[in-house]
């Protein structure tokens, strides 16, 4: 059995681990600190129950071993690496985006808007943003899905990204009170917040929350333009220690928590952790139409 000669948030390394940390900073000094821990987690199996690296740990862990001396990572950079799938290709030059990330806090700003990510480098940029600053990292998606930026006099503040809602919602189910057939032919009516970010120099008041409501208000136009159909009601989940201030400051409704079940557990195998339910309708007939009882159609939700 191999020695394990450190430990960090649950992970245990063995010294052929450090070795092979210390080779790859040492072997790719140009990638970005989250490409080399994203590669690293591969290589040694640091990965979650869905398989997907833990990027953000191992950055953190990184820089502790950084501190220590034992290794030198290459500096944050303002400039993001394009990369294929979220992962580096360590064998073709890496594309740049060329506007350089001013940094600097923000603390004030005017109206805010919600631009829509399109194929290139905007999606690059929203991808190296979830990379880099957000908890759970750049989510692989399938299925209809609008990602935006929020942006406020022409810089960047935030993320968000809207997909495909959750199949089996206890609470949810609950309290639109549908039959399972009326689900399975409306379920694509709910869609689900998955990302949500708040890029790391932005300090203004109720920023989240204005967000939020900005993005209700103009989700079911842009939804209808790119997939032909509007959406009436949205979801999301909030995973401790965070208490979902900014949704209730938005008019999100409070449903429960989840079982702490991965989306495709069938047999309660994996425990996860339980996260708050929140809901928002975009429209007042919102359950009748998920019933089947009237049409969906577009409307102003401040109607």
Excluded at 40 to 48: A, M
Excluded at 243 to 256: D, E, F, T, V
């Amino acid at each position: 059995m191999e020695e394990t000669i450190r430990e960090y948030s649950g992970r245990k390394f063995s010294v052929e681990d450090i070795s092979l940390i210390i080779t790859m900073t040492q072997t790719y000094p140009k990638l970005s600190q989250l490409e080399i821990a994203s590669t690293i987690c591969e290589l040694i199996g640091w990965v979650t129950a869905n398989g997907k690296p833990k990027g953000v740990q191992c950055v953190n862990f990184l820089r502790i071993l950084e501190q220590e001396g034992l290794i030198k990572l290459p500096k944050v950079m303002s400039k993001y690496a394009t990369r294929k799938h979220g992962r580096p290709n360590l064998g073709i030059k890496q594309s740049t985006i060329i506007n350089t990330i001013d940094t600097s806090e923000i603390t004030t700003c005017g109206a805010l808007e919600l631009e829509i990510v399109r194929p290139g480098k905007e999606l690059s940029q929203w991808r190296s943003y979830m990379s880099n600053y957000h908890k759970l990292g750049d989510p692989q998606v399938c299925g209809s899905q609008l990602r935006y930026i929020i942006k406020s006099e022409g810089r960047d503040l935030g993320c968000l990204l809207f997909s495909a809602s959750s199949w089996a919602l206890a609470p949810r189910e609950e309290w639109i009170g549908w039959t399972a057939e009326e689900k399975a032919k409306r379920l694509h009516l709910i869609v689900n917040n998955s990302r949500f970010l708040v890029l790391p120099y932005v300090r203004i008041k109720n920023f989240a929350s204005r967000a939020l409501s900005l993005a209700a208000r103009q989700l079911q136009r842009d939804w209808l333009n790119e997939y032909c159909y509007a959406p009436v009601l949205l979801e999301t989940f909030v995973e401790p220690p965070y208490r979902g201030i900014s949704y209730k400051a938005a008019n999100w409704i409070y449903l429960g928590e989840t079982q702490g079940r991965g989306r495709n557990d069938r047999h309660t195998e994996r425990a996860l952790t339980r996260k708050a339910i929140y809901v928002y309708p975009l429209q007042r007939n919102y359950r009748a139409v998920l019933k089947g009882e009237e049409p969906w159609k577009a409307v102003n939700p401040d109607e």
